[in-house]
């Protein structure tokens, strides 16, 4: 069974450009999540998804970062305008009703 | 007071020792533990659930203490390979959300 799948690993940006992440959950899992670590601090919370609805979004910085999951399967975070400060790796994690949480290998974005 | 606070570690221990973490958390409702394990640019997997007042698996023990809010694990003669960082988290309720809080992790680094 293929595990949480996130895209790009990896990405390097100008500070003001856009980027755009994107998360396939476990197939069958209906709840997502997006984390992010930043350097030096723990991992936190940013946003939960219900198949396509936004359950709790109550951790995402500020408006310069938009998720979406249309259609209740994968889920993209944007950025834009990206902020020195928004460096860091960002987890997705995807669970069932009652199942733990698996998580991504992330993406580490980095604004230069 | 953080929602969920660890050991800040380092721990550096030789192989064969016992090692201890605590994990503290702030909120009395909470009814389920985990303790996640992160390798160096990894993402976290799970290591262990801790539902009533404890889990044993192997060499790895968790205990909680729901009357101090606080959890442990315990790593009996510790391996090479046990090096990473130990995750403690705790699923905090948002409304109708359930979301995971993150310790700051404690870093384990097992010596030969």
């Known amino acids: 069974e293929a595990g949480v799948t996130q895209f790009p690993s990896h990405s390097v940006i100008e500070k003001g450009q856009t980027v755009t992440l994107r998360c396939d959950p476990i197939?069958?899992?209906?709840?997502l999540y997006w984390y992010r670590r930043v350097m030096g601090k723990e991992i936190k919370f940013l946003l939960h998804?219900?198949?396509?609805?936004?359950?709790?979004e109550s951790g995402m910085p500020n408006n310069r970062f938009l998720a979406e999951r249309t259609g209740g399967t994968y889920s993209t975070l944007k950025v834009q305008p990206a902020e020195l400060e928004d460096s860091g790796v960002y987890f997705c994690?995807?669970?069932?009703?009652?199942?733990?949480?698996?998580f991504g290998q992330g993406t580490r974005l980095t604004v230069v | 007071r953080k929602e969920v606070e660890q050991d800040p570690g380092p721990f550096n221990v030789p192989e064969g020792a016992t090692v201890a973490f605590n994990c503290t958390y702030s909120?009395?409702?909470?009814?389920?533990f985990f303790w996640y394990r992160q390798d160096c640019r990894k993402e976290p997997k799970l290591l262990m659930s801790?539902?009533?007042s404890g889990n044993e698996d192997g060499r790895f023990t968790a205990q909680l203490n729901r009357a101090s809010q606080y959890i442990s694990l315990l790593i009996r003669d510790s391996k090479l390979s046990d090096s990473a960082t130990y995750l403690c988290?705790?699923?905090?309720?948002?409304?109708?959300?359930?979301?995971?809080?993150f310790g700051s992790g404690t870093q384990l680094t097992v010596l030969p």
């Open positions: 909120n009395s409702a909470s009814q389920s």
């Open positions: 988290v705790v699923p905090i309720s948002s409304g109708s959300a359930r979301q995971l809080t």
């Open positions: 994690a995807s669970r069932s009703m009652n199942t733990e949480a698996f």
């Open positions: 197939s069958g899992h209906d709840n």
């Open positions: 998804f219900v198949k396509e609805s936004k359950q709790d």
């Open positions: 801790v539902y009533s």
